[in-house]
């Protein structure tokens, strides 16, 4: 058998995932790829600098991640709820996770990224996604428990496949010989589903709007990571030109920091 590969860049996720075997025999040390020792204060630092206007996100998320992965037996998966209009920074918390819990960062074969309309995009095929789906978390997670899964567009899914989650994430020491309890669990909004009726969902994290301060400082941050001089001035210009609302107040962007990186280098 061949070793799962699954990336985190949609560009690179296989199409027909539920088609690749899966490697049930890894002799990794698995424990060697979680980065458990520096973990704690490279999020402290990545969250304060890099995810701007979320101080509720980054409190939650910085004790909570804390607190689990150090628990060498936590009784339930972590199980997120990422609430908030586009561009605020729920897609990028998980970055900012993945990057500080894996010593390959984003790139760790054992972040698994599932988007609705390019996963399960025909209802017609909905027994076929449910059956996949409980395959992909049941074998990866027997390979390596300390997982991350990540459901981007979830309002998408069909409530049936959401539900298809359940055993996955409620404290079940054993389904099928195989502890769910290690493993991480996010998505951009938990609803119409049991799930909810079920408590598994751990922490409903909401994501607020961003004000001109907050995408003022996004265009910094993009600035470093294009590798250009940083510039007050020019990020102050780049940040008064993004739409906002109210139209006459102008207090919320609304796409958030979602196209600052698009829209930098036409400012060169």
């Not at 424990?31 to 704690?40: P, Q, T």
């Not at 059956?131 to 990866?140: F, V």
Request: some cysteine; aromatic content about 12%.
């Amino acid at each position: 058998l061949s070793n799962v590969i699954s990336y985190f860049f949609m560009d690179n996720f296989p199409q027909h995932w539920w088609l690749m075997p899966i490697n049930y025999n890894c002799k990794l040390q698995k424990d060697l790829w979680i980065n458990i020792f520096s973990h704690l204060s490279g999020l402290r630092a990545d969250l304060k600098g890099s995810l701007f206007g979320q101080h509720i996100a980054s409190d939650v998320v910085l004790k909570t991640v804390s607190s689990f992965m150090t628990d060498s037996n936590p009784n339930k998966p972590l199980v997120f709820s990422f609430h908030g209009t586009t561009g605020t920074g729920k897609s990028h918390v998980t970055k900012i996770i993945a990057r500080n819990l894996y010593k390959k960062g984003e790139q760790s074969k054992h972040i698994h990224l599932f988007i609705s309309d390019l996963h399960f995009p025909d209802k017609r095929n909905l027994d076929t996604y449910t059956a996949q789906l409980k395959q992909w978390i049941h074998g990866n997670v027997s390979n390596f428990p300390r997982s991350m899964f990540i459901f981007d567009e979830m309002d998408r899914m069909h409530p049936r496949l959401i539900d298809t989650l359940k055993p996955f994430l409620d404290n079940n020491d054993n389904v099928d010989g195989v502890s769910f309890n290690k493993h991480v669990c996010s998505a951009g909004g938990f609803s119409h589903s049991s799930l909810i009726n079920k408590h598994l969902i751990d922490h409903y994290v909401p994501f607020l709007p961003l004000e001109l301060k907050h995408v003022r400082q996004c265009v910094m941050a993009e600035m470093v990571h294009l590798n250009m001089t940083q510039d007050s001035d020019l990020a102050d210009e780049v940040a008064r030109d993004m739409p906002y609302y109210p139209e006459e107040e102008r207090i919320y962007a609304f796409k958030g920091c979602k196209s600052v990186r698009q829209k930098l280098p036409l400012y060169k």
